[in-house]
Nanobody, 121 residues
Framework: QVQLVESGGGLVQPGGSLRLSCTAS????????MGWARQAPGKQRELLAS???????NYADSVKGRFAISRDNAKNTVILQMNSLKPEDTAVYYC???????????????WGQGTQVTVSS
């Protein structure tokens, strides 16, 4: 019932910036939190950043000071602004949402399809 649609991935040079966005749609009652994760070839999926509906944020050490997460609650959208990109940031980036659907009393996790980010000169 829930769909997460991502956009903004692509090719960028080292030191450059990229902005990823993700919008959740469907029979959503409430969203507890949204976030981003990434997975590079041969690597474990890494949680990068999260933000609650009240605006509380959390970042992985690998992206602190370079990435910024924000959200538009009215649009059920989460944004990841990525600056000072490095070749090591190359990965598939996934959007995540923890939300309540319909008349359910508990939340569930949903994931987007993933978008490729390549940092190369």
């Amino acid at each position: 019932q829930v769909q997460l649609v991502e956009s903004g991935g692509g090719l960028v040079q080292p030191g450059g910036s990229l902005r990823l966005s993700c919008t959740a749609s469907g029979s959503i009652v409430s969203i507890n939190a949204m976030g981003w994760a990434r997975q590079a070839p041969g690597k474990q999926r890494e949680l990068l950043a999260s933000i609650t509906s009240s605006g509380s944020t959390n970042y992985a050490d690998s992206v602190k000071g370079r990435f910024a997460i924000s959200r538009d609650n009215a649009k059920n959208t989460v944004i990841l602004q990525m600056n000072s990109l490095k070749p090591e940031d190359t990965a598939v980036y996934y959007c995540n949402a923890n939300l309540r659907v319909g008349i359910g009393v508990r939340t569930h996790d949903y994931w987007g399809q993933g978008t490729q980010v390549t940092v190369s000169s």
